[in-house]
């Protein structure tokens, strides 16, 4: 077997001895490696196999680690990974233990930045190279790679805007890989190039038009016969970067992305410049994998990520044969049941409509585009003006439900405490992926969004435990005009019950007893409640009768409820998949240490810690929140009266 190129490449450094032919080859190895890989055992994929060219093209330029890169999101650093001395252990990608999903500084030492929320690569660069020009740390050069979609989002402008302001020498690579952008070719084009990074000329406005009048042949004599909005029109046809040469970049562009000698030109003049350069670099989703790269925006979509053993023999495997019909049909997953309950109240009621901040698909509203597009909204890797646009919707009596995930959420923080509670505006917040999400790791997992939402005056707070109390818990947030409203829910497959056959709405604040019991009490919220329901199974064989009660809200707590509770067992248990610290316990607490003494609480969730990436169940394990867990943990504290309930 003839040994790959890429078998010698443990590091940045061993790209550099090679040719252009030769970096061309490491850049398709790399990409059979990862069709080879992730078609076995899934992940990211279609923007990978986009950016293998590109991936070699940088670290063959640049000196990592003292030279920064930057990938903006961790979608299309795969290939990076690959050349950074981690090829052999790709095939442990977003496993527990394994290789980190996107990119991790306690990873490599060539990993910059931790990514996983969109936009944030350039913000990112324009402060590592300030802080090279002051003195701090190693001097090096800075590039950073960023998507056509994580572009959409506001902090990718706003740092755009300073690093212009600043002067910051550093390289934006803009992969573009919406295929909607045609490279601009021919020597016309190679001279705006050259002209653009000469430090003579360029200045946008002055330097583009300085340059169109020195054009040899007569031509440009001829430009300065024009008025000035022909000479404007003229400089936007053969400069589609004019934007970014208004604040102070200079642009590149279109390069083939994946044309390892041109991607290395092009790096070598942008870097040479010593000022701000973006280098707009066209490639294609899916590249080397047909179904991906020949099926236009679906396949793209399809193909964003592979599932485990979807490929074999680099062609998509084989459907298995259809299985005998289980006995009984999977749960539906939570994702779908808000989607297609979304649609039926925006049928009922006229004022609903649905916003997503580009992930229609994972929150359900793909149902909602297609059923009825005139009620959907997509405003792009833009949380912030997510909730901003639907703060002007509710101002204006429309009823907008933002559909968004618990992780996502927090890039909107300010928009939700200024302009949505404080104004006590009907916004309607569901969050998909409450919880811990697995595979994708710390960057997604929802843990936080009860104890950031639960302080905000006006807010309410809502957890369904199973599908059919999600749907009524839809209806609830729509028919509440009296301020905002939010519900989180998790990944995954539902509880498996039957869906109601009329919504019903939910009185505000109130909780519900699943269980009696004696002695203990477990109230849980959202998938609380299942895992409340299982210890308590597993507490009533050794005979220990518990109580088990669903909370609902979070916000407000049914204090009446939770003082009964406390008053009528010797231990008060609470669960939650969300942090302890500020979440649902805590509530539960103050509540009853307003009301009087304070009761034993034995609180149950998510640690003091970010959680690593993994199988939920296995992640579930490692915090202790599951039934046989919480049982333990419930049967120690009975057992000894005396034994400390902190860090619960």
């Known amino acids: 077997m003839t040994e790959r190129l890429l078998d010698r490449i443990d590091g940045p450094a061993d790209l550099h001895g090679l040719s252009d032919d030769e970096l061309q080859q490491v850049a398709q190895e790399v990409r059979e490696?990862?069709?080879?890989?992730?078609?076995?055992?899934?992940?990211?994929?279609?923007?990978?196999?986009?950016?293998?060219?590109?991936?070699?093209?940088?670290?063959?330029?640049?000196?990592?680690p003292r030279d920064k890169v930057l990938w903006d999101v961790g979608h299309q650093a795969y290939p990076h990974k690959v050349l950074t001395g981690r090829r052999e252990r790709l095939d442990t990608i977003r496993t527990y233990g394994g290789l980190a999903p996107f990119c991790s500084i306690a990873e490599s030492e060539h990993d910059v930045m931790g990514a996983g929320h969109a936009s944030t690569s350039i913000g990112y660069a324009v402060g590592l190279k300030e802080a090279m020009r002051m003195g701090h740390g190693e001097d090096g050069r800075v590039v950073a790679v960023i998507g056509d979609?994580?572009?959409?989002?506001?902090?990718?402008?706003?740092?755009?805007?300073?690093?212009?302001?600043?002067?910051?020498?550093?390289?934006?690579?803009?992969?573009d890989n919406g295929m909607s952008i045609a490279p601009n070719v021919g020597a016309l084009s190679r001279y705006f190039n050259r002209m653009r990074l000469n430090p003579k000329l360029w200045k946008a406005r002055e330097g583009v038009e300085g340059g169109l009048a020195k054009l040899p042949g007569g031509i440009g004599a001829r430009f300065e016969q024009f008025g000035p909005h022909f000479k404007e029109s003229i400089k936007a046809f053969w400069a589609p970067g004019l934007w970014w040469e208004e604040l102070d970049f200079a642009y590149m562009g279109v390069v083939d992305g994946h044309d390892v000698h041109a991607l290395r030109g092009a790096l070598r003049e942008a870097l040479a410049a010593e000022r701000p350069v973006v280098v707009h670099v066209a490639t294609v989703k899916g590249k080397g994998f047909a179904p991906a790269e020949e099926g236009d925006l679906e396949g793209m979509e399809k193909w964003h990520a592979a599932k485990p053993k979807s490929i074999a023999n680099g062609a998509p495997a084989a459907a298995k044969a259809a299985a005998k019909p289980a006995a009984k049909p999977a749960p539906p997953q939570y994702t779908k049941v808000f989607g297609e309950a979304l649609v039926a109240e925006c049928r009922r009621d006229e004022r609903v409509v649905g916003?997503?901040?580009a992930m229609n698909s994972g929150t359900g509203l793909n149902i909602l585009e297609k059923e009825l597009p005139d009620r959907y909204f997509d405003v792009g890797i833009a949380e912030q003006n997510a909730v901003l646009f639907a703060s002007g919707l509710a101002l204006q009596?429309?009823?907008?439900?933002?559909?968004?995930?618990?992780?996502?959420?927090?890039?909107?923080?300010?928009?939700?405490?200024?302009?949505?509670?404080?104004q006590s505006l009907p916004v309607v917040f569901a969050m998909d992926r409450a919880g811990l999400v697995g595979d994708d790791g710390p960057t997604h997992h929802g843990a936080f969004d009860i104890a950031y939402l639960r302080p905000l005056p006006n807010m309410v707070l809502m957890a369904p435990r199973d599908e059919a109390m999600l749907v009524h818990m839809l209806r609830t947030a729509v028919e509440h005009d009296a301020g905002p409203i939010a519900l989180r829910y998790p990944r995954g497959e539902a509880a498996g019950v039957a869906l109601p056959s009329e919504p019903a709405a939910i009185p505000i604040g109130t909780g519900e007893v699943l269980r009696e019991g004696s002695r203990v009490a477990i109230v849980g919220y959202g998938s609380g409640v299942g895992k409340g329901l299982e210890a308590a199974e597993l507490l009533a064989e050794p005979g220990l009768d518990v109580t088990v009660a669903d909370a609902r809200f979070a916000k407000p707590i049914d204090t009446a409820l939770?003082?009964?509770?406390?008053?009528?067992?010797?231990?008060?248990?609470?669960?939650?998949?969300?942090?302890?610290?500020?979440?649902?316990?805590?509530?539960?607490?103050?509540?009853?240490?307003?009301?009087?003494?304070?009761?034993?609480?034995?609180?149950?969730?998510?640690?003091?810690?970010?959680?690593?990436?993994?199988?939920?169940?296995?992640l579930h394990e490692e915090v202790g929140y599951t039934g046989e867990k919480i049982a333990e943990r419930i049967e120690a504290a009975v057992r000894d009266p005396r034994s400390a309930l902190a860090g619960a």
């Not at 990862?34 to 063959?60: D, K, P, Q, R």
């Open 33 to 64: 490696l990862i069709i080879e890989t992730i078609g076995e055992i899934g992940g990211h994929f279609g923007a990978n196999l986009g950016a293998c060219e590109l991936a070699v093209a940088v670290h063959s330029v640049l000196e990592s």
């Open 149 to 175: 979609g994580a572009m959409t989002g506001g902090v990718a402008f706003e740092a755009v805007h300073l690093a212009g302001g600043l002067g910051t020498p550093l390289v934006v690579v803009l992969n």
């Open 355 to 357: 916003i997503t901040a």
């Open 397 to 422: 009596g429309v009823k907008p439900v933002c559909a968004i995930y618990s992780t996502f959420l927090q890039r909107a923080f300010d928009q939700i405490v200024h302009d949505v509670c404080l």
């Open 562 to 618: 939770m003082a009964q509770l406390a008053a009528e067992h010797d231990l008060l248990v609470t669960v939650e998949e969300g942090t302890l610290m500020g979440g649902f316990g805590s509530a539960v607490w103050e509540a009853l240490s307003e009301a009087g003494p304070t009761p034993r609480i034995l609180r149950v969730g998510l640690p003091d810690r970010y959680v690593t990436h993994g199988k939920p169940a296995l």
